[in-house]
């Protein structure tokens, strides 16, 4: 069982151009999540979905936009890229989401750099 | 929504001694408090878990804490090695996340 993956593992980016970070789970979970990890900043939550068809905003989602077509595929995509959203992005999974909450698997991230 | 403050944002300890790190959260709906475990350059993952109908739980040196009448709770390590070394992440329900506390270990 793969669990969660995400590609590319790093990519440089000019600025201005777009990009779709994948992220794909075998697990069957329901909710899925799109983070970025700053230094200081912690994890911030981008993008959620909490079952295939719905999706909903996070704490930063300007800049950002995600679907979700089926339960096991969760594409970030970076319309127009800028230097500030240089980050490492984390896509995550859970059986369930909501305020019930439960274990969230996270992928193994995607270095970006924005120049 | 859901806020969640975490305390001390970095910690460091000598080698056998306690740590414990602290999150408070503001929605009283939230019935599940993970903790997560981030190494250098790898992904969180979760350490231990507690939900609201349980005061405390233990898994061997590392055990949460949950006041839910005051809305926060507690992560315990005891017996600190060098590998406990990294940064820890508290959530209430999913998510959002605590902002993290870096712990480090000298031996």
């Known amino acids: 069982t793969a669990g969660i993956t995400q590609a590319p593992t790093s990519q440089i980016l000019a600025a201005g151009r777009s990009m779709t970070l994948r992220c794909t789970q075998d697990?069957?979970?329901?909710?899925m999540y799109w983070y970025r990890q700053d230094l200081g900043l912690g994890l911030r939550l981008i993008h959620y979905?909490?079952?295939?068809?719905?999706?909903g905003k996070g704490e930063v989602p300007d800049g950002y936009s995600v679907s979700r077509a089926n339960t096991d595929d969760f594409p970030l995509t970076l319309a127009s890229a800028v230097p500030s959203q240089t980050s490492v992005y984390f896509c995550a999974s859970s059986a369930e989401g909501g305020l019930g909450g439960d274990t969230q698997y996270f992928g193994p991230g995607t270095r970006l750099t924005v120049l | 929504g859901e806020n969640v403050e975490q305390h001390p944002s970095t910690l460091s300890v000598q080698e056998g001694d306690s740590a414990v790190i602290k999150c408070t959260y503001s929605?009283?709906?939230?019935?599940?408090f993970p903790w997560y475990k981030q190494e250098l350059g790898k992904r969180p993952q979760l350490i231990i878990d507690i939900r609201s109908n349980v005061g405390e739980k233990k898994d061997q040196r590392i055990a949460v804490t949950l006041n839910k009448t005051a809305k926060h709770f507690s992560l315990h390590i005891t017996e600190t090695q060098p590998e406990d070394s990294a940064v820890y992440f508290c959530a209430a329900s999913n998510p959002p996340f605590g902002k993290g506390t870096t712990l480090s270990v000298s031996s």
């Open positions: 979905s909490n079952t295939a068809g719905t999706t």
């Open positions: 697990m069957r979970h329901n909710a």
């Open positions: 929605d009283s709906a939230s019935n599940y």
